[in-house]
Nanobody, 115 residues
Framework: QVQVVESGGGLVQAGGSLRLSCAVS????????IDWYRQALWKPREFIAS???????NYADSVKGRFTASRDNAKNTVYLQMNSLKPEDTAVYYC?????????WGQGTQVTVSS
């Protein structure tokens, strides 16, 4: 059974930092690309970052220079370091392992940035 568990969200003031984690089990972690998405209330899900199997990383323009994604294949975990947070970063953040047509989602972790 595949499990995707995000953690590390919370309430932070604007300008602050948070580090999200996503622990994945039940798949050959090394073989999957891991994306991060977020969804703000009443808005569609938004792509944030993608970490390939070779640890190449792509970012959405909205977070480039502020967020850093990484993966630890030994721990089957991916991370999203978020700095210089803004109120518009408030959303539920999701981790998404995928390979070909296989995609898995966790329950997400809430990030709230106060102004």
């Amino acid at each position: 059974q595949v499990q995707v568990v995000e953690s590390g969200g919370g309430l932070v003031q604007a300008g602050g930092s948070l580090r999200l984690s996503c622990a994945v089990s039940g798949i050959m972690f090394n073989n999957y690309v891991i994306d991060w998405y977020r969804q703000a209330l009443w808005k569609p899900r938004e792509f944030i970052a993608s970490v390939t199997t070779g640890a190449d990383i792509n970012y959405a323009d909205s977070v480039k220079g502020r967020f850093t994604a990484s993966r630890d294949n030994a721990k089957n975990t991916v991370y999203l370091q978020m700095n210089s947070l803004k109120p518009e970063d408030t959303a539920v953040y999701y981790c998404n392992p995928w390979r070909n047509s296989e995609r898995y989602w966790g329950q997400g972790t809430q990030v709230t940035v106060s102004s």
